[in-house]
């Protein structure tokens, strides 16, 4: 973490162990909600629907890809990206949290972490190749996809998910919701 010092990634201030042995860490507070409370909320109440347009999730969702480049620029993967792990704090500013599964570009992974409606398909079913940022990119697809449709691409378990995303695509976004632009 301490080579992503980017202002959507929260500093950690300090780490040590409490006196029984448990670790701990600070880290800067952030007032707001998860952009999964956001979508909830927002299908749910037409007020939050009316103040969240989606030109304005739009804007959060590309500073959610700004970030994430910034990661991969310094070859750091997520690798859990998903609604609940972006913040939305005052003034719309966004932060990419829980980087606890992060790993360099090139890792190799042979056991399933994350969460399965947002996980590449060869993080669900390791390949024992060397991961890049096309699985954090595939999670940003699968979160674009629940912006824009209210519910992610695929949905289940993990063997529930990678089978239908090798059934194939999901369904159109121009099926699910025909007003999507």
Do not use: C
């Given at each position: 973490m301490a080579r992503l010092q980017h202002p959507g990634i929260l500093p950690i201030y300090d780490v040590g162990e409490l006196a029984d042995g448990r670790p701990y860490f600070t880290m800067q507070e952030v007032r707001g909600q998860n952009?999964?409370?956001?979508?909830?909320?927002?299908?749910?109440?037409?007020?939050?629907?009316?103040?969240?347009p989606l030109p304005r999730l739009l804007g959060v969702f590309r500073q959610v890809c700004a970030?994430?480049?910034?990661?991969?620029?310094?070859?750091?993967?997520?690798?859990?990206?998903?609604?609940?792990?972006?913040?939305?704090?005052?003034?719309?500013?966004?932060?990419?949290?829980?980087?606890?599964?992060?790993?360099?570009?090139?890792?190799?992974?042979?056991?399933?972490?994350g969460t399965p409606a947002f996980l590449a398909p060869e993080q669900i079913e390791p390949t024992g190749q060397a991961l890049?940022?096309?699985?954090?990119?595939?999670?940003?697809?699968?979160?674009?996809?629940?912006?824009?449709?209210?519910?992610?691409?695929y949905t289940g378990s993990p063997a529930e998910v990678l089978e239908q995303a090798q059934r194939g695509a999901p369904t159109p976004l121009q099926v699910r919701v025909p007003s999507t632009p």
């Open positions: 952009l999964g409370q956001l979508l909830h909320h927002r299908q749910i109440d037409d007020t939050k629907a009316n103040e969240w970030i994430v480049a910034f990661a991969h620029s310094r070859q750091t993967l997520h690798l859990d990206l998903k609604p609940e792990n972006l913040l939305v704090g005052e003034q719309d500013a966004v932060y990419v949290v829980d980087w606890g599964l992060s790993e360099d570009v090139g890792a190799l992974r042979t056991d399933t972490l890049d940022s096309r699985v954090d990119v595939y999670a940003l697809g699968a979160i674009l996809y629940q912006l824009l449709s209210g519910s992610p691409p």
